[in-house]
């Protein structure tokens, strides 16, 4: 197959986007010409990586995937009207980027979010008379409309509205979780359109040491509570600096932010205002050092807003974390993730916003009451069984060749 990948977002990107290029290395392997149409890179941080700057439009192959990119406005994702900015102007530049590309197409296939990518698909498909496919990480607006990024309105409507009518357009759909696979089939979409995918992870997450990192960083003597990721409104990490600052006379904890985002700001903020010593702030950190983290933690933690929408939600990163092999400490109050975590072993699972509950938790794993190091094993083995990503790959390639 000819397969043409629309996607703002992609390496050396971090986050999630990952995924979508492994999957396309291993469209590659298995004989298919994967194209990529995505931006000039510049997130999360809003820099752009010296060898791409000024340049409106970029050539490269990345390990057999031809990578088409072109410019888009730099914005930091702690500025988020920046951002849709940027996403209206690569919904241009593509367009005018993808008249260079001659070759046709047998498959377009369009990554959300953002929610530009789908329309920018469907009209590649109509260019190149090609089989339209979405892939759906994240429900939007809906997502934005729950988490409180967007408020409910006219154009809230509008979008979910435009989102829905590209579902309907599209010949498949691929999903992240089975929960956003039960949402569009729930707006009619036949069952037999929809497939769930999910990210799974990369080998380095099992395989990584421990790389010097406490040392580096000072936190040899520490009890390490670690998370990893976008410091997003999505998430309700106060719950976590509440936690530090009722903590504060243990001076074993060290609780560790590795990531940045719009949040960053409002939870420095708190630190300062309690004069918390056993909080730390790395911001990014290259993406090849994060297994590294993950591997040198005690305890790994994420949390989710209590909203409707968080049931079917399941955070990319808890694949990596579970393949690190540490004992997770999930805040939401049921749901997909909470299921995954007990078939994996058990869930230490805590409302988002009982701080009294996260506490225990912590404390019960410091002090051996809940046998960490055997609930990590645990995670590990059940990642390696079920969530290696080329077995992921392999099922994505299999739904795009069945006719």
């Known amino acids: 197959?000819?397969?043409?990948?629309?996607?703002?977002?992609?390496?050396?990107?971090?986050?999630?986007?990952?995924?979508?290029?492994?999957f396309a290395r291993f469209f590659v392997s298995q004989g298919h010409d994967v194209r990529v149409l995505t931006a000039i890179p510049n997130y999360p941080d809003g820099i752009v990586p010296e060898k791409y700057r000024g340049r409106f439009f970029y050539y490269e192959d990345m390990g057999g995937v031809k990578v088409y990119r072109s410019w888009v406005l730099p914005a930091s994702n702690r500025y988020p009207g920046k951002r849709m900015i940027g996403f209206i102007t690569f919904l241009i530049t593509s367009l005018l980027n993808v008249l260079r590309i001659k070759d046709p197409f047998d498959v377009v296939l369009a990554s959300t979010?953002?929610?530009?990518?789908?329309?920018?698909?469907?009209l590649v498909s109509k260019l190149k008379r090609a089989r339209l496919v979405l892939e759906i990480r994240d429900l939007q607006p809906e997502s934005s409309e729950d988490f409180g990024n967007l408020n409910r309105s006219l154009f809230t409507r509008g979008l979910k509205k435009l989102m829905h009518g590209m579902y309907r357009r599209a010949e498949k759909i691929v999903v992240a979780t089975d929960g956003i696979a039960d949402y569009i089939r729930g707006l009619g979409i036949p069952a037999d359109r929809v497939a769930t995918i999910k990210?799974?992870?990369?080998?380095?997450?099992?395989?990584a040491d421990y790389n010097g990192i406490r040392k580096k960083f000072g936190w040899e003597d520490k009890f390490l509570i670690l998370y990893s990721g976008t410091l997003g409104w999505a998430h309700s990490l106060e719950t976590v600096i509440e936690a530090a600052r009722k903590l504060t006379d243990q001076q074993d904890l060290l609780f560790v932010f590795v990531g940045d985002g719009e949040k960053r700001d409002a939870l420095e903020g708190m630190v300062r205002d309690y004069g918390l010593k056993n909080v730390r702030f790395t911001g990014s950190q290259p993406l090849e050092t994060i297994p590294h983290f993950l591997k040198t933690s005690d305890v790994l933690i994420e949390s989710l807003k209590e909203v409707p929408i968080t049931r079917g939600t399941f955070p990319a990163k808890l694949f990596e974390y579970m393949a690190s092999g540490r004992p997770i400490l999930f805040g939401s109050d049921g749901g997909e993730a909470v299921r995954e975590l007990n078939r994996a072993g058990g869930a230490l699972s805590f409302v988002s916003d009982d701080v009294d509950k996260l506490c225990h938790l912590i404390q019960a794993l410091r002090d051996g009451s809940i046998d960490g190091e055997s609930l990590g094993k645990k995670y590990h083995v059940h990642a390696r069984d079920f969530h290696q990503r080329e077995k992921w790959a392999g099922e994505y390639l299999t739904f795009l060749e069945k006719q």
């Open 1 to 22: 197959m000819r397969i043409l990948i629309v996607t703002q977002h992609f390496p050396p990107e971090r986050g999630a986007v990952r995924r979508l290029y492994e």
């Open 199 to 207: 990210s799974g992870f990369s080998k380095e997450f099992m395989t």
């Open 113 to 122: 979010p953002p929610v530009n990518t789908p329309v920018i698909g469907w």
